[in-house]
């Protein structure tokens, strides 16, 4: 073989390993670089909450597909839903709000016990949620705010009766179009609703606990 040809030949295999390189380059998925959020209010007990004798279990919230995701959700305009890319949170919204509850409830030393549904507590009532809107809402502006709307009701275990119902909508502005930023809104949200529904439980479960007595 002359020199030439060897050299050409040397050339040839470059040129088809850099080719299958570059083909097994284009075969790999390109992966999404996520940031994870997590809004972690810090909730402070209210002096005029009463002291329960009770314990309370709380269930998930019940939401509907696209709120039962990780996925952090934006609606730009009325009627249109969509996903902040790159961003997600930690976990599933419901179990975001239900790990808050769980939480506040207990820190809050004002139920005999705080548990929730599945743990083999014996509770005299239950929290049954619905979290029927945890989004950031643009509505018309040019900033949106944290909107979290969630159903409740406290519900008698022994007698299969709902005490008392009531909707929480919480409309919190945020500081500015980051996701950073929505996710503090997130957070101040989620510490007003959490206060304003264990403020709520107590009274209504208190009452009706002397009713029955």
């Not at 995701?69 to 934006?74: D, K, N, Y």
């Not at 979290?148 to 406290?154: D, F, K, S, V, W």
């Not at 930023?181 to 529904?197: C, S």
Request: glycine share 8%; charged share 25%; aromatic share 6%.
């Amino acid at each position: 073989m002359s020199r030439l040809s060897a050299r050409a030949c040397l050339r040839i295999a470059a040129l088809a390993i850099a080719t299958a390189s570059l083909a097994g380059c284009n075969l790999l998925p390109k992966q999404e670089s996520l940031a994870l959020y997590r809004p972690e209010p810090t909730i402070a007990a209210d002096a005029a909450w009463p002291q329960a004798t009770w314990q309370l279990q709380i269930a998930r919230p019940y939401a509907d597909t696209a709120h039962d995701s990780a996925r952090i959700l934006v609606r730009p305009q009325p009627g249109e839903l969509q996903v902040y890319k790159g961003a997600a949170w930690t976990q599933p919204a419901p179990d975001l709000v239900l790990d808050t509850l769980l939480r506040a409830f207990a820190d809050s030393g004002r139920f005999a016990g705080v548990a929730r549904r599945g743990e083999g507590v014996n509770a005299q009532y239950e929290l049954l949620l619905d979290l029927r809107r945890f989004e950031s809402d643009y509505d018309g502006g040019t900033t949106p705010s944290a909107r979290i709307a969630l159903g409740a009701r406290l519900v008698d275990n022994a007698a299969n009766r709902v005490v008392a119902s009531r909707v929480f909508d919480i409309d919190t502005p945020a500081d500015g179009t980051d996701v950073a930023q929505i996710n503090r809104a997130f957070e101040r949200g989620l510490g007003d609703a959490t206060t304003q529904l264990i403020g709520w439980t107590l009274a209504e479960g208190q009452r009706d606990a002397q009713r029955r007595r």
